[in-house]
C-alpha cells in the first residue's frame, strides 16, 4: 500500500473513531486527546519492510557449496 493512501486511510479511520468517541461521551477530553496522541503515534510508524528468506532450495545449495569447498581444500567449515 502506498504510503499517500495508508495516510488517507488513517485519517478516514481517526474521523470516524475520534468523533464516534465525542459523540458517545464528550466529557471525556482527556481520553479523546490520549486517541488522538495514538493515531498519530501510529501514523508515525515506519511501514514495516519484510525481507524475503531464500527459498529451500537456494540454502540446500549454498550447503552444498560451502561443503564442497570445504572438501576441497578451504580450512573453513561449512555453514550449516
Do not use: G, I, T, Y
Given at each position: 500500500m502506498k504510503r499517500s493512501t495508508k495516510n488517507q486511510w488513517l485519517k478516514t479511520i481517526e474521523f470516524i473513531v475520534v468523533n464516534g468517541a465525542i459523540l458517545i461521551n464528550p466529557e471525556a477530553t482527556l481520553l479523546i486527546l490520549l486517541?488522538?496522541?495514538c493515531f498519530q503515534v501510529?501514523?508515525?510508524?515506519?511501514e514495516e519492510t519484510v525481507e524475503k528468506q531464500p527459498s529451500q532450495e537456494v540454502k540446500r545449495h549454498n550447503r552444498k557449496a560451502d561443503l564442497d569447498s570445504y572438501v576441497h581444500g578451504n580450512d573453513a567449515p561449512p555453514l550449516v
Open positions: 486517541l488522538k496522541f501510529w501514523a508515525a510508524l515506519p
